[in-house]
C-alpha cells in the first residue's frame, strides 16, 4: 500500500526515479488528505449550524440550559469543524510520512466520518453520548469498509468539490455579515432628522444589583465611587423597584416600559421559525423603536446571553445589537466540538495542569466559566462575557458614526453568580472570600468599568451631551429570607434596585428622591428628557418628581413575578417554607411605607419596609397590616 492513491494506480518505476517519485507522492497525498479534510469539515458544518439553529428553537423549553446561537452559526460552524478537520488531516500526513505503508486517506475519512456522524448525533441534544458514539463507529466502519473499493473514486470527488465548498463557505460569510452590515447602513441611512443637540442615551443595567450594596444608597464599603459620581450630577431614586425579581420579565418591561402582564414576557416563549419580526412583547412599542422613530441610532450589548438577547424576542427597537459570538472562544464553545471541548476541560480545577497550560497560553479567558448552557448538570459551559467586552463593543459602535445621536442599553453580568469578577483582577481589601465579599467585589469591578466607559466616551467626545441612566434588573436573596438568589420571590432585597440619572446642566444636581417608583419608568422619562412629541409608553416619567417634589399622588410600585419553573435548586428548596413562585404566581406592591406581597396560594405577607428594611416581621396578622393590605389592595387593583 502506497501513500497516494495516485500512486497506487501508477505502473512501477525505474528504481533511479523512485525517490523523486517518493517525494512528489507524498506531496500528492497531502493535497489529496487536505482536500478530503476541507470537504468533512465544511460539510459537517454546514449541518452542523443549521442544526444547532434548529434544535435551538425545537429545545426552547429548556432554554436556560440550552447553549444559544443567531444566524452567524451558520458560517462559524464550518470554519471551525474545517479548521479541527484540517488539523487531524496534517496530522495523519505526517504520520504517513514516518509509516508510509499506512493508508492515510481511509485512516483520515474513517475519523472524519466518525466525527462527522457523532457531531450530527449530537446536535438534537436527547442523545445518549455512549449511544452517539457506538453509532458513529458504526457508520465510520461501513464507510471505511466501502472505500477500500473506492478510494480512487472518493479522493477525486473530494478533490473536485473542496474548492467549491471553500468558495461557498466565503459567499455565506459575506452573505451573513454583509447581510447586517447593510441592513444597519440602510437603516440608519433612512432614520429622520434628530432634533439639533439631541442628547445620547446610555442605560446601563447591572444585571443583579440590589441597591443596599451601593454606596451612595448607603452601604458601608465603597462598592461604586463611579456611579456614586453619577449622583452628583443628578437625581437618584432612593427607593426604585424592579418590575419583576428575573432577568427576562424584568428586560422585557426596561425595553418597554410597561408592567410584565402588559409585555407578557414572564417566562421564554416559543420563537417563531421565521423569527421574531413585530410579534414579541405582545407588539407593543419599545424605547429603541421609539428612539430610533426621532432619528436615534440604537444599539444593545449584552452580557447576559440568556434573557436579555435578541433571540429571546428583546431585539426589537435596536439596529445593532450584540449578545453571542464575542471573542473567538465564545464562537468556539457554540460549536459541536466546542460543546464538547467546554464540557470536558471546563470543569477543571485551577491546579490541572490543563488549567495551568491554558493560562499560561494567554487563554484563561475561555475557562472564565458563564452560568449559560448546561455546565452545572455536567454539560457545557458558557464564557463568561465580562464587562470589559461589553465596553469595548459599545464604544467601537459609538465611534463608528457621528453623525445621529445615540442610545446604547448596556448589559453587564459580572455582580451575577458566579460573583467576585473576573480572576486577576485586583481583589478589593474588605473581601475575604465570603460570599457577600465576592458578590461586593463583582459590583467594585462593574464600577471601576462603568467608570472606564464613561472616560472612554468622554475620549470620544461623545460624553458630554449624554443622559446616563444606572439600574438593575433585580437583586440577590444573599440568604435573605432562605433564599439565596432571585427570581423565586418578591422580598425588597429582591426588587430594590439603583436608580440613577445623569443629565449635567439639565437635570437639578444631587437630588434624592424619596418616593418609590417603578423602574421601567425609565422610557417614558427618557422621552420626556429628550423632548419627544409622543410618549407610547404608560408613564408616568420621572421627572415630575424632581421638577416638583412635592407631587403626593403617586401610584404605588408593582413587580410581578409569573409561576416558573427557572428557579435554581437551592432556592427551590425553600418551597413549602416561604411563598415562592415555583407554585404560583406572586405579585409585589411598594408604597411610601409598605411592601405587600401576595401569592396566587398563599395568604398575603405585609411588611412596614421604612421601619423593617430586612422585612424580618410579616404584620398580615396585625390589625394595622390588615388595613395596609386592605388600601394597598384596593390601591394596586386598578
Ligand atoms: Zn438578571
Known amino acids: 500500500m502506497t501513500l497516494s492513491t495516485r500512486d497506487a494506480a501508477a505502473p512501477a518505476r525505474a528504481p533511479a526515479l523512485q525517490s523523486q517519485k517518493n517525494a512528489s507522492a507524498a506531496t500528492v497525498s497531502v493535497a489529496s488528505l487536505v482536500s478530503a479534510a476541507c470537504w468533512f469539515g465544511i460539510v459537517c458544518g454546514f449541518a452542523e449550524g443549521a442544526g444547532l439553529l434548529l434544535f435551538q428553537r425545537i429545545n426552547w423549553a429548556q432554554w436556560a440550559r440550552v447553549m444559544h446561537v443567531s444566524k452567524e452559526i451558520l458560517w462559524i460552524s464550518p470554519v471551525v469543524d474545517l479548521g479541527f478537520f484540517l488539523l487531524i488531516g496534517l496530522a495523519v500526513a505526517s504520520v504517513a510520512r514516518i509509516f508510509p505503508r499506512i493508508p492515510a486517506i481511509r485512516v483520515l475519512a474513517f475519523l472524519l466520518t466518525f466525527l462527522t456522524a457523532y457531531d450530527w448525533l449530537m446536535l438534537s441534544g436527547h442523545f445518549y453520548r455512549s449511544a452517539a458514539l457506538l453509532f458513529a463507529l458504526g457508520v465510520s466502519v461501513a464507510v471505511g469498509r466501502w472505500l477500500a ?65 451601593v454606596s451612595s444608597y448607603g452601604y458601608s464599603r465603597q462598592t461604586s465611587p463611579n456611579i456614586d459620581r453619577l449622583v452628583g450630577d443628578g437625581v437618584l431614586f432612593e427607593n426604585a423597584i424592579a418590575p419583576s425579581s428575573w432577568s427576562l420579565p424584568s428586560h422585557a418591561s426596561l425595553v418597554t416600559g410597561r408592567a410584565v402582564h402588559e409585555h407578557g414576557m414572564g417566562n421564554v416563549e416559543p420563537m417563531p421559525w421565521l423569527g421574531w419580526g413585530n410579534s414579541s412583547l405582545n407588539g407593543l412599542p419599545t424605547l429603541g423603536g421609539a428612539l430610533q422613530k426621532t432619528g436615534y441610532r440604537t444599539g444593545a450589548f449584552s452580557a447576559n446571553r440568556i434573557y436579555f438577547t435578541s433571540n429571546v424576542g428583546l431585539g426589537r427597537g435596536f439596529i445593532h445589537f450584540e449578545d453571542y459570538f464575542d471573542s473567538v472562544g465564545d464562537c468556539f464553545v457554540r460549536t ?160 430594590h434596585v439603583p436608580l440613577i440619572i445623569s443629565y449635567p446642566g439639565h437635570i437639578p444636581e444631587g437630588v434624592r428622591v424619596v418616593q418609590p417608583v417603578e423602574n421601567e419608568a425609565i422610557a417614558s422619562t427618557v422621552l420626556d428628557l429628550i423632548g419627544a412629541k409622543q410618549d407610547p409608553f404608560a408613564g408616568p416619567s420621572l421627572d415630575t418628581l424632581w421638577k416638583n417634589p412635592v407631587t403626593q399622588q403617586w401610584p404605588d410600585a408593582i413587580s410581578e413575578l409569573p409561576q416558573t419553573n427557572t428557579i435554581v435548586a437551592a432556592d427551590r428548596a425553600m418551597q413549602g417554607k416561604i411563598p415562592i413562585a415555583t407554585d404560583g404566581w406572586m405579585k409585589s406592591v411598594v408604597s411610601p411605607q409598605w411592601q405587600l406581597i401576595v401569592h396566587e396560594k398563599y395568604s398575603p405577607q405585609i411588611y412596614d419596609w421604612k421601619n423593617d428594611p430586612g422585612e424580618l416581621n410579616n404584620l398580615a396578622n396585625t390589625p394595622e397590616g390588615q388595613a395596609a393590605i386592605a388600601v394597598l389592595l384596593k390601591e394596586s387593583s386598578h
Open 149 to 213: 473499493k473506492h478510494e480512487i473514486g472518493a479522493a477525486k470527488t473530494w478533490r473536485a468539490s473542496a474548492p467549491w465548498l471553500l468558495a461557498s463557505l466565503g459567499l455565506l460569510i459575506c452573505a451573513i455579515q454583509g447581510g447586517k452590515w447593510i441592513y444597519q447602513e440602510w437603516t440608519i441611512a433612512d432614520l429622520p432628522a434628530a432634533k439639533p443637540g439631541a442628547p445620547n442615551v446610555l442605560v446601563i443595567v447591572v444585571d443583579t444589583l440590589r441597591a443596599d450594596h
Open 336 to 495: 459541536e466540538f466546542g460543546r464538547e471541548f467546554a464540557r470536558l476541560y471546563m470543569n477543571r480545577s485551577q491546579k490541572s495542569k490543563f488549567t495551568r497550560a491554558f493560562k499560561y497560553l494567554g487563554l484563561g479567558s475561555w475557562l472564565d466559566k458563564d452560568s449559560e448552557g448546561s455546565g452545572d448538570y455536567g454539560g457545557t459551559f458558557g464564557i463568561r462575557k465580562r464587562a470589559d467586552e461589553v465596553n469595548r463593543e459599545t464604544l467601537r459602535w459609538v465611534a463608528r458614526d457621528r453623525q445621529h445621536p445615540f442610545f446604547a442599553m448596556l448589559n453587564y453580568l459580572d455582580v451575577h453568580f458566579a460573583y467576585g469578577g473576573p480572576s486577576g483582577y485586583p481583589k478589593p481589601v474588605w473581601d475575604h472570600g465570603t460570599t457577600v465579599d465576592e458578590y461586593d467585589a463583582g459590583i467594585r469591578y462593574t464600577d471601576d468599568y462603568i467608570g472606564r466607559l464613561l472616560h472612554g466616551l468622554n475620549d470620544l467626545g461623545r460624553l458630554k451631551n449624554t443622559i446616563v441612566i444606572v439600574t438593575s434588573d433585580h437583586g440577590e436573596s444573599l440568604g435573605d429570607h432562605g433564599l439565596s438568589f432571585h427570581g423565586a420571590a418578591l422580598y425588597r432585597e429582591l426588587v
